[in-house]
């Protein structure tokens, strides 16, 4: 996953456009950044091909007018695309074939309009931790779904090989925590203009990474920077914005330099910390742009009160300072000693009375304020921090100690490696007792239904065994192996083993087939009287529920031996009744979830717990692989790797890669010059299960950050961890770290 950015307090209107635009240029020389494959590779991220297709979802936001809300992301594509030193184009693909009144991508179903095809409607996009489905798309996400905090706007999830091509990329904005408007105007209090964060989020789905604070004019700031300028400004690029896509897909053969600050830095994130921060940069020679003489570094110049992006960028042991809307180089103090050096000031944390930071005298003001105050910039905070327009005390996301564990969580700030304690957003879950429709709607996360077909059902406590349930209920074992509070006595439900009616909640003890259970009356040819695993049959004492066999009465979760006994057409995998899909295009599963197959030769599968491990790596089984698919490499000594799954009758591997047919109906998705030629005739060339093809890139890949905790790589704000990729003869899968966006409150001009 890739790119997500914040939006801090507002810069002064400026509306501009690229064509009248006079930059400002910091004296430092700053240009724009990209991201490499690892912090070590000279590999560049970008889309290889110039024609990259994205999909719309047919919903768009429902906070503005349908064709309003799409002609604005259509707007931010035109934006880049309107640079005319670039070769990269983005067209709008669709899900209905109008003229055959066919979806593209759901097979035998009929359309009229996009909105009619199942795919099109999809929101398990992979910065919301789903698979890869070879569409580029562009969702919104309007419930709770959305995970990454209120301070992230957007997520950006590119996927890449790790010879630095990226063959998929997402975008999900934040539609469950801000109305969005077609204005860049009415940004602030919950309002969030489209465009304003479309764009930006659409530089990152091409490889571009966040300029850092202090590396730009403050007046002047890029759509790349990790804060949103309201009135337009983040919606309109900059000339160095206008340089990240002219070096990443030139319209010449080569991008050419004039001097350095032609060239991009390499954005990179502290594994320690989470905070963005530059590793490298590229230099100008001979009108070409390349890391000479390896990769410089160019952190730990900046002097006490110096411009700062991060603790990196400033001279050891000065550490980098949030102070309004920008970062100084400061070093620790004690406000009574007043021990700063002339022309700075001692400004003490709040909670903290004998420690402080030294910031300049001048143009700051006195700290007054306490966390939950309304405030304009971090100076007038004790905490020194403000955030969307009120002072907030900073925490550390990975262990929150500063806030108050029962009414805030530790929201990360993006690109910062730090958190701010805000009012914790729980969802209002419903209490025990009450009606539900899903699981998810209840504080204890069980809702019983009465029977299979039932639509609603009540919230239940969870238990066990008697004398765990409050007074009035008893603890009563479900199908599913679990035990919840029911009404009544702690007696026995149908179907369990008794000695004595006494036993029995709703019904006598019966002796059938040499055993003794529990029963109930019930009236034959009637569905949903008998508790699953049981049938209404006639009986000496009249129509009882005996013993007989489970027919599509367990619900998905539960524990089963065979479909039959699985509720709404799921499967019974692996003992528990699962959601069905097709392995091949990832399926409809929940979150945390993919499609495995449930036979070697069959694309068809079961919604399951995803695995560990990352595409190209070894594997015995399909549940190892986050992708679900473990099987042989052909391009790899014949060794079982995990592999994006794929249909070798329809290949949407993408460019540079291909299909290799595992079975007659599933495959997995290999570099096309690595897999081995088969002879004329069709069949396997002798030998040619062990070739190792082509050698690929050498670069280690990527593997999945923790979206919303930091800053991602190559500029993205969530955190990702790299591990080596193993020497496989082809360029082996990586996963970028989610980047996006987040803001604060804007400032009148």
Request: hydrophobic share 30%; glycine share 12%.
């Amino acid at each position: 996953m890739h790119a997500r950015f914040w939006r801090r307090s507002g810069r002064a209107p400026l509306l501009c456009s690229l064509a009248t635009l006079a930059l400002v240029a910091p004296a430092s020389g700053w240009a724009f950044s990209v991201a490499t494959t690892t912090p070590t590779s000279k590999t560049i991220q970008r889309w290889f091909s110039n024609n990259v297709t994205y999909y719309l979802h047919p919903a768009c936001s429902p906070d503005v007018k349908n064709d309003v809300c799409k002609e604005q992301l259509r707007a931010g594509w035109k934006g880049w695309m309107a640079q005319t030193c670039t070769a990269l184009k983005f067209s709008e693909g669709y899900h209905c074939n109008t003229a055959q009144g066919k979806c593209l991508f759901d097979k035998n179903v009929a359309c009229k309009a996009d909105a009619d095809c199942p795919a099109a409607n999809n929101l398990n996009v992979a910065p919301m931790g789903f698979n890869t489905n070879s569409r580029n798309e562009l969702v919104f996400i309007e419930t709770s779904a959305w995970k990454f905090g209120q301070y992230v706007l957007g997520v950006t999830s590119p996927i890449t090989y790790n010879n630095g091509a990226i063959f998929e990329a997402d975008i999900a904005f934040n539609g469950y925590q801000y109305k969005w408007v077609a204005d860049p105007g009415s940004i602030g209090g919950g309002l969030m203009d489209i465009l304003s964060v479309a764009i930006h989020e659409q530089g990152h789905f091409f490889g571009v990474q966040h300029m850092l604070p202090g590396s730009y004019s403050d007046k002047d700031p890029p759509t790349m920077a990790p804060s949103v300028d309201p009135f337009g400004k983040s919606a309109t690029l900059t000339a160095d914005d206008a340089k990240a896509i002219c070096f990443l897909n030139p319209k010449d053969a080569t991008y050419k330099c004039a001097n350095d600050a032609d060239c991009p830095y390499v954005n990179e994130k502290d594994k320690g910390t989470g905070q963005e921060y530059y590793a490298a940069k590229l230099t100008c020679a001979s009108g070409t742009c390349g890391f000479s003489g390896g990769s410089a570094t160019p952190i730990g110049t900046s002097d006490l009160g110096g411009g700062c992006a991060g603790d990196k960028d400033c001279k050891s042991p000065l550490f980098c300072q949030p102070a309004g809307n920008k970062g100084f180089c400061s070093q620790l103090c004690v406000p009574q000693q007043k021990n700063c050096p002339t022309g700075f000031t001692c400004y003490a944390y709040q909670g903290k009375p004998t420690q402080g930071a030294c910031l300049p005298s001048s143009g700051q003001t006195v700290p007054t304020k306490l966390p939950g105050e309304p405030c304009g910039n971090s100076g007038e905070c004790k905490s020194l921090m403000c955030l969307s327009g009120v002072c907030r005390v900073k925490c550390t996301p990975s262990a929150p100690v500063e806030c108050n564990k029962d009414t805030e969580t530790c929201a990360p700030i993006p690109a910062t490696g730090i958190g701010a304690c805000v009012p914790e957003d729980k969802p209002k879950l419903k209490p025990a007792g009450t009606q539900c429709a899903a699981p998810t709607e209840c504080d204890s996360g069980l809702c019983l239904k009465d029977g299979a077909g039932a639509a609603t059902g009540i919230c239940r406590l969870a238990c066990k065994g008697k004398g765990s349930c409050p007074d009035g209920f008893a603890c009563v074992p479900q199908t599913g192996g679990f035990e919840v509070c029911m009404p009544g006595s702690d007696k026995l439900p149908a179907g369990s083993a008794c000695k004595a009616p006494a036993d029995c909640a709703n019904g006598p003890c019966v002796a059938y087939a040499g055993q003794q259970f529990c029963s109930q009356t019930c009236k034959v040819g009637v569905a949903g009287g008998c508790p699953c695993g049981m049938a209404c049959e006639e009986s000496t004492a009249g129509p009882l529920c005996l013993p007989g066999k489970k027919q599509a009465c367990a619900e998905v979760g539960n524990q089963c031996t065979d479909t039959s006994e699985c509720v709404g057409g799921a499967l019974c995998f692996e003992t528990a009744c699962r959601l069905g899909c097709d392995v091949r295009d990832g399926g409809n599963c929940g979150p945390g979830e993919g499609c495995q197959r449930v036979a070697a030769n069959t694309p068809q599968g079961a919604c399951v717990a995803v695995g560990k491990g990352q595409l190209a790596d070894a594997c015995q089984k399909d549940a190892d692989c986050h992708s679900l698919f473990c099987d042989v490499d052909v391009s790899n000594n014949g060794e079982k790797r995990c592999q994006k799954p794929c249909d070798p009758d329809n290949d949407l591997c993408g460019t540079g890669f291909v299909c290799n047919a595992v079975t007659e109906y599933v495959g997995g998705c290999l570099l096309a010059e690595s897999v081995p030629k088969k002879p004329a005739g069709g069949a396997d060339a002798a030998g040619d299960t062990g070739a190792t093809g082509n050698t690929g890139a050498g670069g280690t890949g990527t593997t999945t950050g923790s979206a919303g905790s930091g800053s991602g790589a190559g500029g993205g704000l969530c955190s990702a961890s790299r591990s080596a990729a193993p020497a496989a003869p082809f360029a082996l899968l990586a996963l970028l770290a989610a980047s996006g966006l987040a803001w604060a409150r804007r400032r009148a001009a």
